[in-house]
């Protein structure tokens, strides 16, 4: 069993950054892949970058590869999505998400724990 809360989460220009971080309690979190979601008002909720347990491989979506990166630190429990140039469709509650069974899982079925989620919103 594991908790997530991400925080970080708030209201920027487009063209700026931000920083979301996932807290992790319970044990075991260097055995879990962790991944971010994010879904936007009317939209289902969509894949945006994962980690491997080690964090030696990360996964992005097409929408924000170039522009967003994951990193954890399995010392601390936390696993960050540093996002820049954000852009108004990057606007959406992100949420953590922690163990899936395969690799590279890029969906929604995949993941087990979610934390309650972080609002970003990007105006223009």
């Known amino acids: 069993q594991v908790q997530l809360v991400e925080s970080g989460g708030g209201l920027v220009q487009a063209g700026e950054s931000l920083r979301l971080s996932c807290a992790a309690s319970?044990?075991?979190?260097?055995?879990?892949?962790m991944a971010w979601f994010r879904q936007a008002p009317g939209k289902e909720r969509e894949f945006v970058a994962l980690?491997?347990?080690?964090?030696?491989?990360?996964m992005y979506a097409d929408s924000v590869k170039g522009r967003f990166t994951i990193s954890r630190d399995n010392t601390k429990n936390m696993v960050s999505l540093q996002m820049t140039s954000l852009t108004a469709e990057d606007t959406a509650v992100y949420y953590c998400?922690?163990?899936?069974?395969?690799?590279?899982?890029?969906?929604?079925?995949?993941?087990?724990?979610w934390g309650q989620g972080a609002q970003v919103t990007v105006s223009s």
């Open positions: 980690i491997s347990r080690s964090g030696g491989f990360a």
């Open positions: 998400a922690a163990d899936s069974g395969r690799a590279a899982d890029t969906t929604v079925s995949g993941y087990n724990y």
């Open positions: 319970g044990r075991f979190f260097s055995s879990y892949a």
